[in-house]
């Protein structure tokens, strides 16, 4: 069976923080005011904090403070594809699917999955890329709408 799926690609641009797991939400919780989307997780090892917006201060894996795993690190500059949805819990490789795609055109990921459904980011000089590779294979891809 081909799977076909639609997916949106936002206007914004995301990006990555990762702080060590002792961090104190009032430390990160204000990056994320204002923000159109943004996700949470953590780990023992790590918070991991994704939040759509330009952080153009900074360079990829600039390390803010710390050292070694105590360190804050940011990675701007990524693109979101969010597989539109919502999908159901029984759907099987959906994820293997966009992913395995990108992988044929070594096209790394990082990925988010909510309760209704998926997100792919891709670094921004690849998102054309990607884009394309996700068309090739029979899905429709449509830019989102700019957040205000």
Known sequence: ???KLELELDQLPYTIHRFPP???ASIYLPLI???AWYSITKTPE?????ISHHYADTKDNQ???GSGDNEHKITPGWRCFKVKGPLDFSYVGIMAN???V???NSISVFVVSTYDTDYILVKEDKAMEAKKAFESVGHSVQSGPVAV
Do not use: K, R
């Not at 790590?46 to 994704?50: A, G, M, T």
């Open 1 to 3: 069976m081909t799977m």
């Open 46 to 50: 790590e918070i991991s904090l994704v």
């Open 63 to 65: 390390l803010v403070s």
């Open 22 to 24: 002792s961090t104190p």
């Open 102 to 104: 990108l992988a044929e």
């Open 98 to 100: 966009l992913s395995g």
């Open 33 to 35: 005011d204002n923000q």
